[in-house]
């Protein structure tokens, strides 16, 4: 066990690796020049020449590629992680403002998607071909079709026009205001939650018609257990890994898809300085947001799959 | 004869046919009574598209005119889906952005998920050293979620239609990649290309006319399904303000227009677009799920 946990964590490191000069290379050896971004394509032409050199020598941008790859490096082991180009808080220090915001809701769809996606699973596959069946593909595909952020869109107007409520704006603490954090969480991850829910769904469905066809689960109804005895010790167990597999990889996914998600709802969350960098084409904050981002999901990934390693002992022993 | 059908490859060489017209609508009409849901959103999805190449000769208005006298009116008989803060017919726009949105992901898939299929091909035929290197880059690229991915992307390259398509078809390569390498991989070992080696044949000349026509059943299940995943990126990209700039009407950057007139959008500025969005992603699942279950049922799920 220790042993594959350390091979994986080795391949990850290589990723990691592997990434951060992946996402130095898209956001420097574009074409275009960054001053653009802060003086926009007007005050570009104001610029003079020494002007525009020694603001490149400020920013660290005249120097050659290596140095700047590791200087970037060096930023990153401090914990910094660079400089907007607009604002004093440096990028370690948004995220830790703004992540636990998007942390918070990414974890809560989480739980909603298995809450939705399981039961409705289970409904499904002990009578495949169903009314209910039917009913529940047809909805998780419909689920898979529409664009969170629209459905958000819409939510934040149903709710204003129906009820006259919007949810407050102000950023909060999860434990001094926990009934504000929760009027503002809510809505992202429920929209966020549905989105996973229909794939949860799908896969569990798929995996337990798998699992009630092996021989072990026709064992246990011929020993005399009764349907929902099987279903929940033996059937089920079973057909929960790939679904496990696939919430983490889900995990991910939420956090880019609350990006959107979060321009829609108006949260302040990570996702929102993502929307807010993009736009004011703030290279240094989103080269450290893309990276942080990827960092994240290649950690969930391994943590996936050392937890499906821990439940199954057939992987870990390849 | 259904059955006969059923176990039909695709592509099929060496039978002489009755004629092309007569072999392309007895596939229809099976495609129809195998999955007639399916056929059905086939047929929307046509509809779709058809919709986006007559744009300028369908929609009533000019999706680019503004008209001061009727700004931000709800839907009436003159705007059916209203105006949005100019003055311009959301129906027109809607009708318009149905072309940018299909362009580009045609275009992305196309370009993406088909590099990333040869890639694969490529990687898993041959193996060895190109293929450590080829599967380390894919992880790299898998490494990202692909919207993020295809922002950096598209910031770093500046807005416009060509950055959208590059944007999206990169994040298409791993998916690309990945899912016909596996199928190259259980191909390779098959008597027929060890028959084939025997007479001689090269690598290259196994390659495109053994392993190939294969690899057309995943490829276009593949294909249908990275259409709808496109499309959601593209609006996505256009909704965050790193897609096909403005004036030029598309589902995302009217979305996210409506999200800047102020601080609430009319409905009809919200609801229009993501619908169309909506409609259009479902009609491409739907037909792709029909085309998966035709060509190969036992792929179901794994694509």
Request: overall charge positive; proline content about 6%; some cysteine.
């Amino acid at each position: 066990m220790y042993a594959y946990i350390i091979r994986r964590l080795g391949f990850g490191a290589l990723t990691v690796f592997g990434v951060s000069i992946l996402v130095f290379f898209i956001m420097r050896v574009m074409p275009g020049d960054p001053l653009t971004a802060i003086f926009g394509p007007e005050g570009m032409t104001k610029l003079t020449e020494e002007q525009r050199l020694s603001y490149m020598e400020e920013l660290g941008l005249a120097d050659p590629l290596i140095v700047q790859y590791f200087r970037w490096l060096l930023d990153i082991a401090s914990g910094e992680f660079g400089r907007s180009f607009f604002r004093a808080e440096s990028v370690g220090e948004m995220v830790l403002r703004r992540g636990p915001l998007t942390a918070q809701i990414a974890i809560l769809s989480v739980i909603l998607s298995w809450v939705v996606g399981i039961p409705v699973a289970i409904i499904s596959a002990l009578r495949p071909n169903s009314v209910a069946d039917n009913g529940v593909r047809f909805v998780s595909i419909i689920c898979l079709a529409v664009p969170g952020f629209w459905l958000g869109m819409l939510i934040v107007l149903g709710l204003l026009f129906g009820f006259g409520y919007r949810a407050p704006l102000t950023g909060a603490a999860l434990f001094e205001n926990p009934i504000t954090t929760l009027q503002i969480i809510i809505g992202p991850a429920f929209v966020l939650g549905i989105g996973q829910a229909a794939y949860i769904a799908r896969m569990a469905r798929s995996s337990l018609l798998e699992v009630i066809r092996e021989d072990y689960v026709r064992t246990a109804r011929a020993k005399g257990l009764s349907g929902q005895l099987v279903v929940r010790l033996h059937a089920l167990p079973n057909a929960l890994l790939p679904v496990i597999t696939l919430s983490g990889i889900l995990l991910g996914f939420v956090l880019a898809g609350s990006i959107p998600v979060e321009r829609a709802f108006g949260t302040p969350g990570l996702g929102y300085a993502m929307f807010t960098a993009v736009n004011e084409r703030d290279i240094f904050v989103m080269q450290n947001l893309v990276f942080l981002y990827a960092v994240v999901f290649v950690l969930l990934n391994i943590m996936v799959d050392i937890i499906i390693a821990w439940l199954d002992p057939r992987i870990r022993y390849q | 004869m259904t059955e006969n059908l059923a176990d039909t490859p695709i592509v099929k060489t060496d039978v002489a046919p009755p004629s092309l017209a007569v072999r392309v609508w007895r596939a229809i009409a099976h495609f129809a009574r195998r999955s007639p849901m399916s056929a059905v959103w086939g047929v929307i999805a046509i509809a779709i598209v058809l919709m986006a190449v007559s744009a300028p000769i369908i929609a009533p208005h000019d999706p680019l005119k503004s008209n001061f006298r009727t700004m931000q009116k709800p839907p009436s008989a003159e705007n059916l889906f209203g105006t949005d803060q100019i003055g311009r017919d959301t129906l027109s726009r809607t009708i318009h952005g149905s072309r940018t949105s299909l362009i580009v992901a045609i275009s992305a898939v196309l370009i993406g998920t088909t590099g990333g299929a040869l890639w694969g091909l490529a990687s898993g035929f041959l193996g060895g050293r190109f293929d450590i290197i080829s599967q380390r880059i894919i992880e790299f690229l898998q490494a990202f979620p692909d919207l993020i991915l295809a922002m950096a992307i598209a910031m770093a390259l500046g807005s416009g239609t060509t950055t959208v398509i590059i944007a999206i078809a990169i994040t298409r390569i791993p998916f690309g990649g990945r899912v016909i390498r596996s199928v190259v991989l259980s191909l390779k070992e098959m008597a027929f290309v060890e028959a084939a080696r025997s007479l001689g044949a090269s690598n290259l000349r196994i390659m495109a006319l053994h392993i190939l026509p294969q690899c057309i059943a995943p490829y276009l299940i593949l294909a249908t399904t990275h259409l709808g995943v496109a499309i959601i990126i593209e609006a996505s990209l256009g909704f965050l303000g790193v897609g096909i700039p403005p004036p030029t009407p598309t589902w995302g950057n009217m979305l996210s227009d409506a999200l800047n007139a102020g601080l609430v959008p009319p409905w009809w500025l919200v609801f229009f677009p993501g619908a169309a969005i909506t409609i259009t992603v479902l009609a491409f699942n739907l037909f792709g799920d029909g085309i998966r279950d035709v060509l190969d049922p036992r792929l179901r799920g794994s694509v």
